[in-house]
């Protein structure tokens, strides 16, 4: 294999990681732009979006106690976020080396 096929395909593979953990992230940070606004949670888009970022922000979500529900849910959702980006973002960084 040549060097300009491994470097092409992962290449494509760390592109690939970067879009998913940018992907999650996005979803999460909708999330929490959505409950801050109030959204209409009879709404079944708004339903997957806080069902979705619940399910990846799980291991995050009531990590912190926070007295206002708000900054819990900033917090925790925004610590999934974060940690997506910097790993997937990070693994991507690895592999284009």
Do not use: K, P
């Not at 760390?14 to 996005?26: E, G, N, Y």
């Amino acid at each position: 294999m040549s060097y300009r096929t491994r470097t092409g395909s992962s290449g494509s593979v760390a592109r690939i990681i970067a879009a998913v953990a940018d992907v999650l992230a996005f979803i999460i940070i909708l999330w929490i732009l959505m409950y801050l606004l109030d959204a209409n949670r009879g709404n079944d888009f708004v339903q997957w979006v806080h069902d979705a970022a619940t399910w990846l922000a799980g291991w995050s979500y009531d990590l912190f106690t926070f007295d206002a529900a708000w900054a819990r849910v900033v917090a925790g959702y925004g610590l999934a976020a974060v940690v997506y980006l910097f790993i997937g973002h990070a693994v991507a960084g690895r592999l284009r080396r």
